[in-house]
Each structure stands twice: as C-alpha cells, then as structure tokens.
C-alpha cells in the first residue's frame, strides 16, 4: 500500500506545490510586499503561514493574475 502524502484544498499532492514567498511575489508582481501582505490579509491571495512568515502558492499567484485583468477602454 502506497501514500501519496498531504494533498492541496484541490487535490493536488503537497510535494507538487511551489511555494514562493512575499518577497518574490511583489517582485513578479512588481508591487511593495506590503501590498502582497495587505492581499494575503484580506483573503484575496491565499497563503499558508510558517511561523511568522508567509507562503503563497505560485498557482495562487497566476488564478489571482488572471482574475485581475481588465479590458481596455474603447477610444472614441
């Protein structure tokens, strides 16, 4: 009998997940890790806390991304 181990909220096994920290999310994001904070505190990004810092999944990063896109307003 094998084990997979933890699994994610969708399925997927923990040991797939790539974790990324505030400081590499604001700088993808090419925002201040204070707005990364204010994003993982309102519940808008997702995080798992390790002591006192934060991870944040990578998947978290690009649904939050792709959620976020706004369509251009027409000229005219």
Do not use: D, K, N, Y
């Given at each position: 009998m094998?084990?997979?181990?933890?699994?994610t909220p969708d399925g997927r096994p923990?040991?797939?997940?790539?974790?990324?920290t505030v400081a590499e999310?604001?700088?993808?994001?090419?925002?201040?890790k204070m707005t990364v904070y204010r994003l993982v505190h309102a519940g808008t990004?997702?995080?798992?806390?390790?002591?006192?810092?934060?991870?944040?999944?990578?998947?978290?990063?690009?649904?939050y991304l792709d959620k976020s896109y706004?369509?251009?307003m027409e000229a005219g």
């Open positions: 094998t084990t997979s181990g933890p699994e923990l040991g797939e997940v790539r974790f990324l999310v604001a700088t993808a994001m090419r925002v201040s990004l997702p995080a798992v806390q390790v002591g006192r810092s934060f991870r944040i999944p990578e998947s978290a990063v690009h649904e706004v369509q251009g």
